[in-house]
Antibody, heavy 122, light 106 residues
Framework: EVQLVESGGGLVQPGRSLKLSCAASGFTFSNYGMAWVRQAPTKGLEWVATISYDGSSTYYRDSVKGRFTISRDNAKSTLYLQMDSLRSEDTATYYC???????????????WGQGVMVTVSS | EIVLTQSPTTMAASPGEKVTLTCRASSSVSYMHWYQQRSGASPKLWIYETSKLASGVPNRFSGSGSGTSYSLTINSMETEDAATYYCQQGSSYPDTFGAGTKLELK
């Protein structure tokens, strides 16, 4: 069974940093690209970043480029999101997501973790 | 980036009622995917590649559409279907989601 367990969230002041982790199990982690998706309180879903299966390629939404860094440790089956220079608009629940891959497409949100809340406030 | 517009924003349906949710894309996409998110829970992939049901999804659900117009239909509303449904496209970078339709039980 695929399991994704996020940790590392909390309350942080604007301008400070936080690092999220996502521990994966139930599948061969090193075979899959992974993503972070966030959801601001009472709002919709928003893709944040994606990393390739081997970590060689990373992609970010414009609003987090230069501030967030996605990375992975395949030996530990763990995904990370380093968040620097945090802003109030980064306040959200952050989900780790594993894709499913069909004959036709890659679907980012095949499996989701339970999410971790990040609150940016003074 | 492709903007997905879902309608209605909120709706209520009675048990047994037929429900149709729509998602319109600002540019043509090859496929649409749908997620169900119950209150306080993580999203779940519900329909993928426009019309394929994810594992465990009841067959009262169906999906259809092409180009810029897609829909999710529930043949006969049940209590457990009350949730927010999001459409998502991955045809064009970056992945984008609709703002969601909140479906309530009447």
């Amino acid at each position: 069974e695929v399991q994704l367990v996020e940790s590392g969230g909390g309350l942080v002041q604007p301008g400070r940093s936080l690092k999220l982790s996502c521990a994966a199990s139930g599948f061969t982690f090193s075979n899959y690209g992974m993503a972070w998706v966030r959801q601001a309180p009472t709002k919709g879903l928003e893709w944040v970043a994606t990393i390739s299966y081997d970590g060689s390629s990373t992609y970010y939404r414009d609003s987090v480029k230069g501030r967030f860094t996605i990375s992975r440790d395949n030996a530990k089956s763990t995904l990370y999101l380093q968040m620097d220079s945090l802003r109030s608009e980064d306040t959200a629940t952050y989900y780790c997501a594993r894709p499913i891959i069909t004959m036709m497409v890659l679907i980012t949100g095949g499996y989701w973790g339970q999410g971790v809340m990040v609150t940016v406030s003074s | 980036e492709i903007v997905l517009t879902q309608s209605p924003t909120t709706m209520a349906a009675s048990p047994g009622e037929k429900v149709t949710l729509t998602c319109r894309a600002s540019s043509s996409v090859s496929y649409m995917h749908w997620y169900q998110q119950r209150s306080g829970a993580s999203p779940k992939l519900w329909i993928y590649e426009t019309s394929k049901l994810a594992s465990g999804v009841p067959n009262r659900f169906s999906g259809s559409g092409s180009g810029t117009s897609y829909s999710l239909t529930i043949n006969s509303m049940e209590t457990e279907d009350a949730a927010t449904y999001y459409c998502q496209q991955g045809s064009s970078y970056p992945d984008t989601f609709g703002a969601g339709t909140k479906l309530e039980l009447k």
